[in-house]
């Protein structure tokens, strides 16, 4: 009796066992690999990242689980700093250690920051219907994906009746009310949540989320951000040169909650407002960051070229991207390991429980604003995202096959019918 308890249990320990060493074991080059796919495909905003890298990561390759994914959301979603780009670089992070970190964020930001910085090149083609339409198509595809996301992560997040509501009550606060403080308060409320609600709910294994250093190195790490903060601040910004072009995009990247499309205002104090670069420019920029993949702080690399009417060159755009994304990275390098530590203790599971509860509310949102309202004008735009949905869920199909189709679709609809999306 007891050797069949013991076989019985055996399967589950193993399995568990390599999930661990799964989720611990990886290179660099496969990280990279990895990410630089991701890169490649990840159109719709910070929001579709995160169900790129869903699928990816965690459906797919199984890097962590479920909860723990939903533990790096939340935490990389209270954080200053371009929250997809937090939690690329954590995977990576925990996936290979501080080498797989750059290669994770390296990988992710090289095809859009590339992109952008020959905007002068593609500009014509975006300005154009048929460029405006493959746009249109990107959208579709994104509320696919992001539909897809919350359908899983819901499944996996909000098992019970109290979580599930909580969920619909985050999504639609956020819908109604707005802004990047209220995705805040809603984290905040979430954890509250699941401390008073949930003490019996939590199934968070905390032995699966290992940090490769301790808190002193994470410690250093928020340092290093708040010194370097305070220099940012005092740093003159009269004349663009490289030590303020650094400063600039440092306090942008630094002091922007919410992430993507919030840190634009930021942007433009840093460098219209001393008068660094046009408005025109400015806005041309903008216009062709929402036809790339990836980060939209990515756009730094296009602002930090066209400096000075184009002066600033490859330097200045390589300053200017790294100086917006450091203050994120350090912040959640510096975070991590405080995180897991607080990540252990038994109320703080159940908090965490609440906190994965609002993610699945946020995504819900953010499927309705800003992908639905800004891609679904009509009942064929409706139908091609089903189709796309259904695709996505009901089959094998890839993520590139569907966006592939999506745009293929909206060309054909601007060549045969003249529509302009």
């Known amino acids: 009796m007891a050797c069949a308890h013991r076989r019985n249990n055996l399967p589950t320990e193993v399995t568990r066992s390599e ?39 965690i459906t797919r390759r199984r890097w962590l689980d479920e909860e723990h994914y939903a533990q790096l959301v939340a935490l990389c979603q209270l954080l200053p700093g371009p929250a997809s780009s937090q ?6 992070l925990l996936r290979a250690g501080w080498r797989g970190g750059l290669a994770a964020f390296v990988a992710f930001t090289l095809p859009s920051a590339v992109l952008l910085f020959g905007f002068a090149m593609i500009l014509p083609v975006i300005a154009g219907p048929h460029g405006q339409a493959a746009l249109h198509g990107l959208k579709l595809v994104a509320v696919a994906v992001v539909a897809q996301g919350v359908l899983v992560m819901a499944r996996k997040l909000t098992p019970d009746v109290p979580r599930a509501l909580f969920a619909v009550i985050a999504g639609a606060m956020v819908v109604v009310i707005g802004g990047a403080f209220m995705q805040l308060v809603i984290v905040a409320l979430g954890a509250a949540f699941g401390y008073v609600f949930l003490k019996n709910s939590s199934n ?12 002193k190195t994470g410690t250093a790490l928020l340092l290093l951000f708040a010194i370097l903060l305070l220099i ?13 072009v650094a400063a600039g995009f440092y306090r942008s990247g630094a002091l922007v909650f919410g992430g993507g499309h919030v840190v634009l205002p930021l942007m433009q104090h840093a460098v219209v407002d001393p008068g660094w670069l046009s408005t025109e420019d400015f806005l041309a920029g903008y216009g062709a ?32 991207l790294v100086s917006i994304f450091l203050p994120g990275l350090l912040l959640v390098a510096g975070s991590l390991p405080l995180w897991h530590g607080l990540a252990r203790r038994k109320g703080a599971l159940s908090a965490i429980s609440g906190v994965n509860a609002a993610v699945v509310g946020l995504l819900a949102a953010a499927l309705y604003d800003p992908l639905w309202t800004s891609a679904i004008h009509s009942a064929a735009d409706f139908a091609i995202a089903l189709v796309a949905f259904v695709a996505l869920v009901a089959t094998r199909v890839s993520v590139l096959a569907v966006l592939a189709a999506c745009v293929l679709v909206s060309l054909v609809r601007v060549a045969v019918a003249g529509y302009h999306p």
């Open 232 to 244: 940012a601040l005092g740093y003159p910004s009269a004349h663009s040169t490289f030590g303020a």
């Open 87 to 92: 939690l690329g670089f954590s995977m990576g």
């Open 204 to 215: 968070i294994a905390a032995d699966t989320f290992q940090v490769p250093y301790g808190s």
């Open 289 to 320: 960051a929402q036809a790339v993949p990836g980060p939209l702080f990515s756009v730094s690399a296009f602002l930090g070229e066209r400096l000075n009417g184009g002066q600033g060159g490859f330097p200045g755009a390589a300053i200017a």
């Open 19 to 57: 999930r661990i060493r799964h989720a611990r074991g990886g290179s660099a080059a496969e990280v990279f690999a990895t990410f630089l796919k991701l890169g490649l495909i990840s159109f719709g905003g910070p929001i579709a990242h995160l169900v790129y890298f869903h699928r990816e990561l």
